[in-house]
């Protein structure tokens, strides 16, 4: 009997410091296993249930919070593009956007500008309407609307993740006892932040787009030209002009002789130089 019970303390005592151990800290090799199982797993979602089309509570949230980027593209032509400049320019402030690029050409023909505006999501109808409205001619209109709630989700879901395995890794530096153990974890929590700043990056992007749609705006007037020839000139006024034009170049040559006025004089004594040798040379033949 006292057998007996010895084995079943012994049995009792084993299974008690397994389960001690089990729930000590974790190894960095589980800390690896979980970050990696951090990455592949799915996020979930609710989804519609029933085939009766009625939804949950949780379902009628998701559709609410849906992360929509919505943009457009519109071209249109006004009779004045600075009259329309104004209006448009006053509805942006009043819709409390802004823009972001402008980009303005004239030729005689006609007055192009290309403007991107970032428009607050709540306000892109309005705006949309306001495009529309008035003496402007609609030239074309493409408005698109992209689905980010699962990206949107996906990265939330990553980084919620990744920090809490930041702070395991933070517990484990407390813990660590070697300098290799410390220089491992602390590589491993700079590669961790690394992605975090970079996910974190990527869902401000997403906000700054689902809360801003863009409107690339494309604005046209024609201009009445009328093209003028150019009138042929008479003889008595092409004459005038090369009169002109000889009187000039001869300025012109004076100007540029009085500036080597120096390079002259070197050269003329150069050449009196030279001549004065040569005259000496013939009268010296001469004599003898």
Request: glycine share 4%.
């Amino acid at each position: 009997m006292k057998a007996v019970k010895l084995f079943l303390y012994t049995g009792l005592f084993f299974i008690f410091s397994c389960t001690n151990s089990s729930k000590e800290g974790y190894s960095l090799g589980e800390m690896e296993s979980m970050e990696y199982d951090a990455e592949i797993a799915p996020v979930t979602r609710p989804t519609m249930a029933g085939t009766d089309f009625k939804t949950s509570h949780s379902d009628v949230n998701y559709i609410d919070n849906k992360k929509i980027i919505r943009d457009a593209r519109i071209g249109v032509s006004v009779e004045n593009y600075e009259v329309y400049r104004v209006r448009l320019d006053t509805a942006i402030y009043k819709l409390k956007g802004y823009v972001s690029n402008d980009n303005l050409e004239k030729t005689d023909y006609n007055i192009h500008c290309n403007i991107s505006i970032r428009i607050p999501a709540e306000n892109f109808d309005n705006f949309l309407g306001f495009l529309e409205r008035g003496t402007v001619k609609l030239l074309y209109k493409n408005v698109t609307a992209r689905d980010v709630t699962e990206e949107f989700i996906d990265v939330e879901s990553r980084i919620k993740t990744k920090k809490e395995v930041e702070k395991r890794y933070v517990q484990l530096l407390s813990k660590a006892i070697t300098i290799k153990e410390i220089l491992e974890i602390e590589e491993k929590l700079r590669i961790l932040r690394e992605e975090i700043e970079s996910r974190e990056g990527r869902l401000k992007y997403l906000k700054n787009q689902v809360a801003f749609s863009t409107v690339y705006l494309e604005i046209n007037q024609e201009l009445d030209y009328k093209y003028e020839p150019i009138k042929e000139k008479s003889f008595l006024q092409r004459l005038w002009k090369s009169i002109h034009g000889g009187w000039k170049g001869f300025v012109t040559f004076l100007l540029f002789l009085v500036r080597i006025w120096p390079v002259i004089l070197i050269g003329l004594a150069i050449f009196y130089y030279i001549r004065r040798i040569r005259r000496n040379k013939i009268k010296n033949k001469h004599s003898n």
